[in-house]
């Protein structure tokens, strides 16, 4: 599977900015899909993942509440809608995937698809 983060930009703190992922090459519908991120001089972290139908979610608790992450297999695209932005939230944040778990999982260690990421950055 082939990803592709589109959506990242500069915004002022409190602001909103929905990011979409792109899918190809492989049966999306049938993969689990989640958002990490990945802050100068920080380790990339967990952000939200979602199951193959959509039906279950799973959230970071720094993000919960400010941000829903939604897919549409019918157009292979994966979604997220963050509002409330702090400047805090200034990262690089990808798009994964994995085909070898069946829950909304938020470890790293479990996506095997990455994209190459896309630049958020909140002002203060």
């Known amino acids: 599977v082939q990803l592709v983060e589109t959506g990242g930009r500069f915004v002022q703190a409190g602001g909103s900015l929905n990011l979409s992922c792109a899918a190809s090459?492989?049966?999306?519908?049938?993969?689990?899909m989640a958002w990490f991120r990945q802050a100068p001089g920080k380790e990339r972290e967990f952000v939200a993942s979602?199951?193959?139908?959509?039906?279950?979610?799973n959230y970071s608790e720094s993000m919960k509440g400010r941000i829903i992450i939604a897919r549409d297999n019918a157009k292979n695209m994966l979604y997220l809608q963050m509002s409330m932005l702090k400047p805090e939230d200034t990262a690089v944040y990808y798009c994964?995937?994995?085909?070898?778990?069946?829950?909304?999982?938020?470890?790293?260690?479990?996506?095997?698809?990455w994209g190459q990421g896309t630049q958020v950055t909140v002002s203060s």
């Open positions: 979602i199951t193959w139908s959509g039906n279950t979610t």
């Open positions: 090459g492989g049966t999306f519908s049938q993969t689990v």
């Open positions: 994964a995937g994995s085909d070898v778990i069946a829950t909304a999982d938020a470890e790293e260690v479990w996506y095997d698809y």
